[in-house]
């Protein structure tokens, strides 16, 4: 137990270090982070979850046949609520700038979408104190509408739309700090898993769909969660940190 507790607080610190900045998603998070609510939902207020995150990322895109580097910020909010135990549906909305090809970042336009956040599977690992130590595994799908202004070569500006598709799957591992004088958070989750992100049906295409995610939650009450994790495709890193409520 005190060696689990050592080994997740000493990751923690190197997960804020690299993820101080704010990438891919952030999505809603569980009913609860206690574990008789986290699968089945508890009092019915907790079925509404609201959260605002942001985002930046450099990816490489195909543009008209032409390959470019793509760089976008994008801050959203979304609302959630719980259509089933452990399924959330939620509505995310914000705003994002991007800038392709080293133009400049263009001004920023309005972003939006829709999604599933499931959680698939929670299970204690240790068996010293009950509830202590869980091993989790989420899902998630999302929908997302953007834009941006582009001026190709030949000088004629052009809005360049596209529908994102976005899922993923994430393993966790949670350990709960109540107890600890070093450290006030209820809970930590450390989560890894891969990443499915792709442009659809619009003017912009993306040349890797495939990659790798991970991240930290720290659940400061029942209430609320802040997340921060990093994401990549290859050679360029995403970065995301959001807040997370539920009421």
Same mark, same amino acid.
């Given at each position: 137990?005190?060696?689990?507790?050592?080994?997740?607080?000493?990751?923690?610190?190197?997960?804020?270090?690299?993820?101080?900045?704010?990438?891919?998603?952030?999505?809603?998070?569980?009913?609860?982070?206690?574990?008789?609510?986290?699968?089945?939902?508890?009092?019915?207020?907790?079925?509404?979850?609201?959260?605002?995150?942001?985002?930046?990322?450099?990816?490489?895109?195909?543009?008209?046949?032409?390959?470019?580097?793509?760089?976008?910020?994008?801050?959203?909010?979304?609302?959630?609520?719980?259509?089933?135990?452990? +399924?959330?549906?939620?509505?995310? &909305? !914000?705003?994002?700038?991007? $800038?392709?090809?080293?133009?400049?970042? @263009?001004?920023? *336009?309005?972003?939006?979408?829709?999604?599933?956040?499931?959680?698939?599977?929670?299970?204690?690992?240790?068996?010293?104190?009950?509830?202590?130590?869980?091993?989790?595994?989420?899902?998630?799908?999302?929908?997302?509408?953007?834009?941006?202004?582009?001026?190709?070569?030949?000088?004629?500006?052009?809005?360049?739309?596209?529908?994102?598709?976005?899922?993923?799957?994430t393993l966790a591992v949670v350990n709960d700090c109540a107890?600890?004088?070093?450290?006030?958070p209820m809970s930590i989750s450390l989560f890894v898993g891969? +990443?499915?992100?792709?442009?659809? &049906? !619009?003017?912009?295409?993306? $040349?890797?769909?495939?990659?790798?995610? @991970?991240?930290? *939650?720290?659940?400061?009450?029942?209430?609320?969660?802040?997340?921060?994790?990093?994401?990549?495709?290859?050679?360029?890193?995403?970065?995301?940190?959001?807040?997370?409520?539920?009421?």
């Amino acid at each position: 137990m005190r060696r689990m507790n050592t080994r997740l607080l000493s990751a923690v610190a190197a997960v804020i270090a690299t993820c101080f900045c704010c990438s891919l998603h952030a999505v809603p998070v569980g009913n609860s982070n206690s574990e008789i609510d986290y699968m089945i939902s508890g009092q019915s207020l907790h079925n509404w979850a609201f959260g605002i995150y942001g985002e930046s990322w450099t990816r490489e895109v195909d543009v008209g046949g032409a390959d470019l580097d793509m760089e976008h910020s994008r801050v959203m909010a979304y609302a959630g609520y719980d259509i089933l135990p452990g +399924v959330t549906f939620y509505v995310t &909305g !914000g705003m994002g700038i991007s $800038d392709i090809d080293d133009q400049g970042a @263009a001004d920023g *336009e309005a972003e939006y979408g829709a999604g599933l956040n499931f959680n698939l599977f929670d299970h204690e690992i240790l068996d010293p104190t009950v509830f202590d130590d869980r091993i989790r595994i989420n899902g998630c799908v999302q929908g997302t509408y953007g834009s941006t202004e582009y001026d190709p070569e030949n000088g004629e500006l052009s809005e360049l739309k596209w529908q994102e598709v976005y899922a993923s799957l994430t393993l966790a591992v949670v350990n709960d700090c109540a107890g600890n004088k070093f450290f006030a958070p209820m809970s930590i989750s450390l989560f890894v898993g891969p +990443v499915y992100s792709a442009f659809l &049906g !619009g003017d912009v295409e993306t $040349d890797r769909n495939f990659g790798v995610t @991970a991240g930290m *939650e720290v659940f400061c009450s029942l209430n609320a969660t802040l997340t921060a994790g990093v994401l990549s495709f290859g050679e360029d890193i995403g970065y995301t940190a959001g807040l997370h409520l539920r009421f």
